[in-house]
Every structure is written in structure tokens, then in C-alpha cells.
């Protein structure tokens, strides 16, 4: 069973850094395209980052945030800089379905976190 636990999220300021942490149990980081995505209040889901053959970016992120992994902790990360009011969001991890070399839309993605939380006052 694979399960996937986000972490790192809070209440923070604009400017502020932020790392998120997403641990996961039951299927080998080492062999696994992950993503971050978010979920803006009243929004809907939207990509955020992938770590994969390479790395890609939502482009309102691509020079603030950085993706990254550890395989050995089987644990995937999202460094979020220089933060502003539009990264408030609940913030998600996911691993990408098998074959799917350049996942980018949610149905591209086979498990799920639960989230976590970043909200940036002003």
C-alpha cells in the first residue's frame, strides 16, 4: 500500500522561506516520477513542480522554488523563497503513474497526500 505524508507547512510571511517534506511508504522514491501540486482557496489543483527525468516548474514558481529529493530517506521536498500571498494554498504530493514520463495533470498521478497547509499573510 503506498502512502504518502506531507509535512512543513504553516503560517508564514511574504518574503519568508518555507521546505516541505513529502515521506513515502510503499513505493521506491529512486524509480518514481513525484510531483508538488496546490490548491489555492477556491480554486482547483494546479502543478506546481516535478522531479523526474527533469525538473519542471509552474512558471509563476519556477525561479522561487525548487524541487528535490532523497532517495535513501525515500523523501521528496519542495524549498519554497521569497514567498508571496499567491503561494497560499494547501500543498500536495503525488507519484506519478507508471510510465508516465512527463506527468503534469492530476490524472497523471496514481497516490496522493493528504496536504499541507501554507497560508502567507501579507
Known amino acids: 500500500q503506498v502512502h504518502l505524508v506531507e509535512s512543513g507547512g504553516g503560517l508564514v510571511q511574504a518574503g519568508d522561506s518555507l521546505t516541505l517534506s513529502c515521506k513515502i511508504y510503499?513505493?521506491?522514491?529512486?524509480?518514481?516520477?513525484m510531483a508538488w501540486f496546490r490548491r489555492p482557496p477556491g480554486k482547483e489543483r494546479e502543478f506546481v513542480a516535478r522531479?523526474?527525468?527533469?525538473?519542471d516548474y509552474k512558471a509563476s514558481v519556477k525561479d522561487r522554488f525548487t524541487i528535490s529529493r532523497d532517495n535513501d530517506k525515500n523523501t521528496l521536498y519542495l524549498q519554497m523563497d521569497k514567498i508571496t500571498s499567491e503561494d497560499t494554498a494547501t500543498y500536495f504530493c503525488a507519484t506519478g503513474l507508471p510510465g508516465k514520463q512527463f506527468p503534469v495533470l492530476p490524472s497523471d498521478f496514481d497516490y496522493w497526500g493528504q496536504g499541507t497547509q501554507v497560508t502567507v499573510s501579507s
Open positions: 522531479s523526474g527525468v527533469a525538473a
Open positions: 510503499g513505493r521506491t522514491l529512486r524509480t518514481t516520477i
